[in-house]
Structures are given as C-alpha cells and as structure tokens.
C-alpha cells in the first residue's frame, strides 16, 4: 500500500512549486551581464512551421553575450515568476533573467540578467568536475536545490544566504556523466519533499530533507534516451523532457505530459528542426488553462552547439 502511495504522490506532483524569486542566494557574484538574443525559426527548412503537434511555437532565441566567457552549458531552467527564470550550468553557474515577450506574448528576447558562480559548502566557487550542475528546483521555503552530477550530490542553498548543505540523494551508482539531471520539488507531500531523476536509468526516488530518499517510479523511456528534466504542470499531470544523441542523426529530443501513467501529449523534435542539447524545461500558467513550457539547451560550450531558449504553448484537451 505504501508502494503504490508513493507512486501515486510521485507521478502526481515531480516539478517546480508555486513560483517564487530566488533571493539571498549564496553565490560568488559575477553581475550583470547583457544577453544577446538572435531569433530562430523552428525549422529553417520550412520557415512557415509554427507548431508541433498540439504545441503552438511561441518563439526561439540563441543566447550569447560578449561580456563574458561563463554563458555556456547551462543544464537545467525553473520559472521564478510569470516573466523571470533561473538556470544552472555545468561551469558551476547561476543564470537570472528575465524573458521579453512582445504584445502577443511570443519570446522574443532575454533582459535583466545577472549571472554569479555557484559555492561549495567551503563558501569558495566550485570549480572542474565539483561544479557539474545539473538539476535546479525550488523548494516552497524559497531554499533552492541543485543536483551535481559529476561529484554526486545536492546542495540546498538557503533563501537567505549562508553556505549551502548537502541534503538526501539517491544512493544509486550511475554511468559517468548520466546521473542525476532531473530534480523537482513536491509541496503536496511537503515543504521538504523532492523528487531525483536518473538520466541513463530513469528511475526516479522521492526525497525529503528530514527523513532520506525511497525508491519511486522508473520512468518509460527508449534505451538511446535520456531522462533529463521533470516539470509539475498541474496537479496530477507531470512533464518530462527526454533527450537522445548519436552521430548519425544528431540531437533528439521527446516532451511527455503524463497525468498519472497516461501519455496526454508528446511532441519529438529532431533533424530538420532547429535542435540542440535540450537539458532543461519549465512551465508557467498562460490564458485559458494552457501552460506555457520553455526549453533551454546545453552547448557544452563547444562553437559547434547552441545555447538555445525555446517557448511552446499547450492547451490542454
């Protein structure tokens, strides 16, 4: 009975709580930064492509800046408000930002930025494999936690400041580099509850600060994907972005909406579309019960990929 409780809670509610500013962090600052945002078609062989299925393209943008060399690989995105996010980045990086949505609320820049190096529990930058960051989730306290995958562990950053603390993970081996990606908080269970996704395995595990982590569902993946990021999208229905590379056919990723083991929606992307190392998504409410879903991707700072923001609107049947 408890299994299946713990299945039902987990299925129910992985992803972000209620949105909140992250504020206090403990952060070794870099400071503002401008972003510059070059827009993208969805499909640069079919300029005309405006949607995926039942998911409408509310604009994309490369990002880059020319003030600094930190603006890479960042792996996972979680909302902060209507209009602001926040992401992590394997260099050990925090993003803030603000999305700019033009009068028909299609994405069309990213302003107000500020960028800071994430600090160990020594209060020095975390650098090299200690600073893998990977999954970013915020807790009802207005605490933050993000997962490392390199050095497995998670961090709770405090509202308020302070150093951060290691707090309950999975004890769960992993291939190199196919830890733990995904992470999302669960307010329904409680104010210190959390879910841990396993990127090569898809498994997942239900996690509270007080009392450790038990095992929960394994998520349905093919073998070639990978389970990289979680987003609660309302009550009883999750998302889960899946993402899949192979020389031959490039990046590939898949959106699953499941309300409880039920797929409700999926959209693919891949080859021709505008695709990259998609390892983040969140969601915000949007007009008339349809939710607005952002992807952003790691390039691995390599010139050959893309920091790449994506916006898709949903409406729910």
Same mark, same amino acid.
């Given at each position: 009975?408890?299994?299946?409780?713990?299945?039902?809670?987990?299925?129910?509610?992985?992803?972000?709580?209620?949105?909140?500013?992250?504020?206090?962090?403990?952060?070794?600052?870099?400071?503002?930064?401008?972003?510059?945002?070059?827009?993208?078609?969805?499909?640069?062989?079919?300029?005309?492509?405006?949607?995926?299925?039942?998911?409408?393209?509310?604009?994309?943008?490369?990002?880059?800046?020319?003030?600094?060399?930190?603006?890479?690989?960042?792996?996972?995105?979680?909302?902060?408000?209507?209009?602001?996010?926040?992401?992590?980045?394997?260099?050990?990086?925090?993003?803030?930002?603000? *999305?700019?949505?033009?009068?028909?609320?299609?994405?069309?820049?990213?302003?107000?930025?500020?960028?800071?190096?994430?600090?160990?529990?020594?209060?020095?930058?975390?650098?090299?494999?200690?600073?893998?960051?990977?999954?970013?989730?915020?807790?009802?306290? @207005?605490?933050?936690?993000?997962? *490392?995958?390199?050095?497995?562990?998670?961090?709770?950053?405090?509202?308020?400041?302070?150093?951060?603390?290691?707090?309950?993970?999975?004890?769960?081996?992993?291939?190199?580099?196919?830890?733990?990606?995904?992470?999302?908080?669960?307010?329904?269970?409680?104010?210190?509850?959390?879910?841990?996704?396993?990127?090569?395995?898809?498994?997942? =595990?239900?996690?509270?600060?007080?009392?450790?982590?038990?095992?929960?569902?394994?998520?349905?993946?093919?073998?070639?994907?990978?389970?990289?990021?979680?987003?609660?999208?309302?009550?009883?229905?999750?998302?889960?972005?899946?993402?899949?590379?192979?020389?031959?056919?490039?990046?590939?990723?898949?959106?699953?909406?499941?309300? @409880?083991?039920?797929?409700?929606?999926?959209?693919?992307?891949?080859?021709?579309?505008?695709?990259?190392?998609?390892?983040?998504?969140?969601?915000?409410?949007?007009?008339?019960?349809?939710?607005?879903?952002?992807?952003?991707?790691?390039?691995?700072?390599?010139?050959?990929?893309?920091?790449?923001? *994506?916006?898709?609107? =949903?409406?729910?049947?």
């Amino acid at each position: 009975m408890w299994a299946a409780l713990v299945l039902a809670i987990v299925m129910m509610a992985i992803a972000t709580p209620a949105l909140q500013p992250i504020a206090g962090s403990a952060t070794a600052s870099v400071g503002p930064i401008r972003v510059d945002a070059v827009p993208v078609p969805l499909n640069p062989q079919d300029p005309s492509a405006t949607a995926i299925g039942e998911f409408s393209y509310a604009g994309g943008l490369m990002l880059q800046s020319h003030q600094t060399t930190l603006l890479h690989e960042l792996s996972d995105i979680v909302a902060t408000g209507p209009d602001r996010f926040a992401a992590v980045g394997d260099g050990g990086v925090l993003l803030e930002a603000r *999305f700019v949505l033009d009068q028909s609320r299609r994405l069309v820049g990213v302003a107000d930025a500020t960028l800071t190096r994430l600090i160990g529990q020594n209060g020095k930058p975390l650098t090299n494999g200690n600073a893998d960051a990977e999954g970013l989730t915020i807790l009802p306290t @207005g605490d933050r936690l993000i997962s *490392f995958e390199r050095v497995p562990r998670i961090l709770r950053y405090p509202q308020d400041g302070g150093l951060p603390r290691a707090v309950p993970s999975p004890r769960a081996s992993s291939p190199s580099n196919e830890g733990m990606e995904a992470l999302a908080a669960i307010p329904e269970v409680g104010p210190d509850a959390y879910v841990v996704g396993v990127e090569h395995s898809g498994h997942t =595990w239900l996690c509270r600060l007080s009392s450790g982590c038990v095992r929960g569902p394994t998520i349905d993946k093919p073998k070639e994907f990978g389970l990289v990021s979680m987003n609660r999208v309302s009550e009883g229905v999750t998302a889960y972005l899946l993402r899949a590379y192979d020389p031959d056919r490039d990046n590939r990723i898949t959106l699953k909406i499941l309300r @409880g083991t039920n797929v409700i929606a999926r959209m693919d992307m891949a080859r021709p579309m505008t695709i990259d190392n998609f390892e983040g998504i969140t969601s915000v409410a949007g007009a008339n019960g349809s939710r607005r879903f952002y992807l952003i991707s790691d390039d691995n700072n390599l010139a050959t990929q893309r920091t790449l923001l *994506f916006a898709f609107d =949903w409406q729910p049947r």
